[in-house]
């Protein structure tokens, strides 16, 4: 089992920068793929980033390359989201996720673990 809780999320206006974290209990993170996704009222969960298990390797949704980062610290069992250049229509409720997969492309339906998500309101 692993337990994963995010924080970070908050009020930010169009522009401006937030740094999600995620950190997970147990021993094994380090053998999980992580992934953050968002979802949207009304919208389906849709993955924002995601990171092989050394950190080496990752990949981001098109609407959020060049603006987000993702990034992981094993030492420290928590995986990071540096969001840049916020803009409204990154308002969502942020998760992250982690699978047993070692393809860095997760789809929710992959996911074998999910925090609780963090809010994230990018005003205009």
């Known amino acids: 089992q692993v337990q994963l809780v995010e924080s970070g999320g908050g009020l930010v206006r169009a522009g401006g920068s937030l740094r999600l974290s995620c950190t997970a209990s147990g021993r094994t993170f380090s053998t999980y793929t992580m992934g953050w996704f968002r979802q949207a009222p009304g919208k389906e969960r849709e993955v924002v980033a995601a990171?092989?298990?050394?950190?080496?390797?990752?990949t981001y949704a098109d609407s959020v390359k060049g603006r987000f980062t993702i990034s992981r610290d094993n030492a420290k069992n928590t995986v990071y989201l540096q969001m840049n250049s916020l803009k409204p229509e990154d308002t969502a409720v942020y998760y992250c996720g982690a699978t047993i997969s070692t393809i860095v492309v997760i789809i929710p339906a992959t996911v074998n673990y999910w925090g609780q998500g963090t809010q994230v309101t990018v005003s205009s």
């Open positions: 990171i092989s298990r050394s950190g080496g390797s990752t």
